[in-house]
């Protein structure tokens, strides 16, 4: 699994919760903090994986002028071909409620040693375009092209698409990874599934609908060809997600939700 691969994954699976049935619906997030338990995906070729196991906490909050994510992504990883590794990302970004601004913050351990650090900025204008800059691990400043999402803005646009009906779309995402710069991202909703499937979380409430989803990430300066990694899951209409597939060249995950808690908004003027 790639250090890219790694951040991108838990920013993209995050509890992006609305107050549905409000006018304003697609312009609040509700903090939410929720846990997905990860298995090695045994329907699948594995590339010398014999066993893979870990856990990914996310938690989204709220202050007055945006949206605090953090995110944990713990595994372990054992192959015939490379000794066990034991991977603990821990990542943060807050980003502007009108989605123009991020600050973003990762640091990433394998088998108890730091192997990467990432702490920057970006900033786009009102057509989406701008530019990042590193503090860590180096200075670097890119451009970001017309249409760039930050990871909040991304996850609301894809819950509006699936209320609306829509089969899916294709966009740039800005995450913070230093590795990819900038990925071109294509997502793909599926017709809308029944509430009263089997495999619905006792987490969630039966009420709501859902959707599969399938999103590919392609590194900056390939935008054809094969994903660098792909990510399955079912699209709750309060934001949740859960049945995640997580499918990288050489291997692939499954994860379960395990835990939901919403948390409190704050009061603001």
């Known amino acids: 699994m790639t250090k890219s691969a790694?951040?991108?994954l838990a920013l993209i699976v995050f509890v992006a919760g609305v107050?549905?049935?409000?006018?304003a619906w697609s312009q609040i997030l509700r903090p939410a903090r929720a846990v997905y338990d990860l298995r090695l995906n045994q329907s699948r070729d594995n590339s010398g994986v014999d066993a893979a196991k870990g856990r990914l906490v996310v938690e989204l909050m709220e202050d007055c002028a945006g949206y605090v994510f953090n995110q944990g992504f713990i595994t372990r990883i054992n192959s015939s071909e490379a000794p066990e590794m034991i991977g603990n990302m821990q990542a943060s970004v807050w980003e502007s409620r009108d989605g123009r601004t991020l600050r973003f913050n990762l640091v990433n351990n394998i088998n108890g040693k730091t192997v990467e650090r990432e702490r920057g900025r970006a900033e786009l204008d009102a057509a989406g375009a701008g530019d990042a800059a590193w503090q860590l691990p180096a200075e670097?400043?890119?451009?970001?092209?017309k249409g760039t999402l930050f990871p909040i803005t991304y996850n609301r646009t894809m819950l509006r698409a699936a209320m609306a009906g829509s089969r899916g779309f294709e966009t740039t995402l800005f995450d913070g990874?230093?590795?990819?710069?900038?990925?071109?991202?294509?997502?793909f909703i599926g017709d809308e599934l029944s509430p009263s499937r089997d495999k619905r979380s006792k987490l969630l409430a039966k009420a709501l609908p859902s959707w599969p989803v399938r999103l590919a990430y392609y590194h900056?300066?390939?935008?054809?060809g094969t994903p660098e990694f792909e990510v399955g899951f079912t699209l709750y209409g309060d934001g949740i997600v859960d049945e995640l597939f997580l499918d990288y060249p050489k291997f692939g995950l499954t994860g379960q939700l395990v835990e939901l808690e919403y948390l409190e908004r704050p009061e603001c003027d």
């Open 220 to 224: 900056h300066d390939n935008s054809v």
């Open 140 to 145: 670097r400043r890119l451009a970001l092209p």
């Open 177 to 187: 990874s230093n590795d990819a710069g900038y990925y071109h991202a294509s997502v």
């Open 19 to 23: 107050f549905a049935g409000t006018d």
């Open 6 to 8: 790694c951040g991108i």
